[in-house]
Nanobody
């Protein structure tokens, strides 16, 4: 198993930026594809971005493409989500997840962090 802990959430004005970080422990980090999902109040948990174990493949939700960037540092056992040009619609709890391959699907990820709140004010 792998334990995931997100950090970096907070309150930011529309148009601002945040960088989320997810620290992994318990298993070799480089084995896992990593993903970011988000869930707003009253909404389903939605895919945001994913990255393959060696960073060769990335996927993004259309709603964040061009604004968010997923990256990973396997030596540091971390995955990041750089979020630029934030909109109020980006407000949600953001979760990182680990799975066997990069995917847009919730079910592809076996391990999840506790989430970190991102609030974008208008």
């Amino acid at each position: 198993q792998v334990q995931l802990v997100e950090s970096g959430g907070g309150l930011v004005q529309a148009g601002g930026s945040l960088r989320l970080s997810c620290a992994a422990s318990g298993r070799p980090f480089s084995y896992y594809a990593m993903g970011w999902f988000r869930q707003a109040p009253g909404k389903e948990r939605d895919f945001v971005a994913s990255i393959s174990p060696s960073s060769g493949t990335t996927y993004y939700a259309d709603s964040v493409k061009g604004r968010f960037t997923i990256s990973r540092d396997n030596a540091m056992n971390r995955v990041y989500l750089q979020m630029n040009s934030l909109k109020p619609e980006d407000t949600a709890v953001y979760y990182c997840a680990a799975g066997s391959l990069a995917s847009r699907q919730f079910g592809a990820y076996a391990y999840w962090g506790q989430g970190t709140q991102v609030t974008v004010s208008s």
